[in-house]
């Protein structure tokens, strides 16, 4: 064996063991605290500029009409009796 194909399984085999040496994450939680991010109100985003919403940003009502409008969309017995 030449010393370049010596080097290069040295080389491998020192990758192979390093992808072995991950240490685990653990999350630590505080008692009674939220860590993560608070969420909004689904009706306090702006619509999606590709889709075809149309309520507006804060507007709840409009927005429960856009998702009630979507689900009768889905409907298969709507969808075909409306033809």
Do not use: H
């Not at 075809?52 to 709840?60: A, L, P, Q, T």
Request: with cysteine.
């Amino acid at each position: 064996m030449n010393r370049v194909t010596l080097l290069g399984a040295a080389i491998v085999a020192a990758v192979f063991v390093a992808g072995c040496g991950e240490s685990p994450q653990v999350t630590v939680y505080k008692q009674g605290k939220y860590q993560g991010k608070a969420d909004t109100q689904p009706w306090d985003n702006a619509p999606l500029a590709y889709g075809d919403s149309k309520w507006n940003k804060g507007d709840r009502a409009s927005w429960e009409a856009g998702i009630n409008a979507r689900t009768l969309g889905q409907n298969e017995d709507i969808r075909i009796y409306k033809q």
